[in-house]
């Protein structure tokens, strides 16, 4: 059987709650606490949509793995 691989982005701001999902058939690179990444348009959960785009990225920065 093949492995799925899942990456939830959690906001910190409340209850830790996912706003995005990534899935994929390889492992994700590891992150470590203080790597910063950006957003260029991803798809929310829970119907929020984009908040970002690739002329206006949103950054983020690892708080914790």
């Excluded at 691989?5 to 409340?14: Q, S």
């Excluded at 348009?41 to 690739?54: H, P, Q, T, V």
Aim: with cysteine; proline share 6%; net charge negative.
């Amino acid at each position: 059987m093949k492995s799925q691989y899942e990456l939830y982005i959690c906001d910190i701001t409340g209850e830790h709650e996912p706003v995005a999902l990534f899935i994929s058939d390889t492992p994700f690179p590891n992150l470590q606490v203080g790597q910063r990444f950006d957003d260029h348009g991803w798809d929310r959960l829970r119907g929020i949509g984009k908040i970002a785009s690739e002329q206006n990225p949103q950054r983020y920065t690892v708080h914790s793995n």
